[in-house]
C-alpha cells in the first residue's frame, strides 16, 4: 500500500498490538535493514544493523535527518517487520546520513574525512563507502526493512540525554566530561566511562542532524576527538 507518494509499504509480519498514537518525543526502537533495487529486479543488500547487534533509536518529532524512516515507522505497531519501497528521491539523504552512522559505529576518528564530505563534495570526494559513492552518482530505489522492537510513549520515557534538546546536549557535553576526568582521577573507570560514553552519545545525536563536511559538523567532529581518547583509556 502506498503511505506516501514514492513510498509503497508491505507488511512482512504482523503485529498482534494496535497502531500507538505517536506523539512527538515518542522513542521507537527498531533494527533495520536497506537493499538497492537493481532494474534487472535483483537487490543488493547495504546495510543491516543486526550485523552490529545494534538497534537503532529515534525519538519522533526530533528532527532525524532521515524523514523517511520516522515517516515508514510511524505505520507501524511493536513487533511488526514491514518492509518500504522508496524512489531515489525520497531517500536521496540516505548516502550522507548513513555514512555518519557507519563512522559511529566503526568508532572512525579522522576528523578530515568528514571536512571532506559536504553535500557539494561527494561526487568528487567521495564518503569513503563504494556503495554509498554509488548511489550518489546513480540514485536508486531503495527498500527498507524494518522491525520494530519497542515502542514506548513520551510518558515512559525518562528524562534523558536522548530526549534532550539540542541546546541542552551541547551544554550537557563539556560537564559530563569534566565530570568524567574527575571520577578517572579517583579510580572510579565504570561511572567514568559511562559519562564519556553519554558525552559521545550527546555529540553523536548532534551529528546526525549536521551536514558531514559543514562547519556544524566539523566542529562537533572535533569536540569528539577528546571524549574518544578519554573513553579509550
Not at 28 to 51: C, N, P
Not at 88 to 103: E, F, G, I, Q
Not at 181 to 210: F, G
Request: charged residues 35%.
Amino acid at each position: 500500500m502506498d503511505i506516501s507518494t514514492g513510498i509503497k509499504k508491505k507488511i512482512l509480519f504482523p503485529s498482534r498490538s494496535p497502531l500507538p498514537e505517536y506523539y512527538d518525543g515518542t522513542k521507537i526502537v527498531f533494527h533495520y535493514k536497506t537493499y538497492r533495487l537493481r532494474d534487472d529486479g535483483e537487490k543488493v543488500e547495504l546495510d543491516d544493523s543486526k550485523k552490529i547487534d545494534k538497534p537503532m533509536e529515534i525519538l519522533t518529532g526530533k528532527k532525524f535527518k532521515l524523514e523517511v524512516w520516522e515517516l515508514c515507522l510511524k505505520t507501524m505497531c511493536e513487533s511488526e517487520v514491514s518492509s518500504f519501497t522508496c524512489e531515489p528521491w525520497t531517500v536521496a539523504c540516505y548516502p550522507p546520513v548513513m555514512k555518519s552512522l557507519r563512522d559511529i559505529n566503526a568508532k572512525k576518528t579522522d576528523a578530515h574525512q568528514h571536512r571532506c564530505c559536504g553535500i557539494a563534495q561527494m561526487q568528487d570526494s567521495g564518503l569513503g563507502y563504494p556503495d554509498l559513492d554509488g548511489l550518489v552518482k546513480d540514485p536508486a530505489p531503495l527498500e527498507f526493512v524494518f522491525e520494530v522492537t519497542t515502542i514506548e510513549p513520551p510518558g515512559d520515557v525518562e528524562k534523558n540525554l536522548w530526549a534532550a534538546t539540542d541546546s541542552e546536549k551541547k551544554t550537557v557535553i563539556p560537564k559530563l566530561r569534566e565530570e568524567g576526568n574527575r571520577l578517572y582521577k579517583l579510580k572510579d573507570y565504570d561511572a567514568a566511562t559511562k559519562k564519556y560514553s553519554d558525552a559521545i552519545a550527546c555529540l553523536e545525536q548532534l551529528m546526525l542532524k549536521e551536514k558531514p563536511g559543514e562547519p556544524e559538523h566539523v566542529d562537533l567532529e572535533e569536540l569528539k576527538q577528546p571524549l574518544l581518547l578519554n573513553f579509550a583509556m
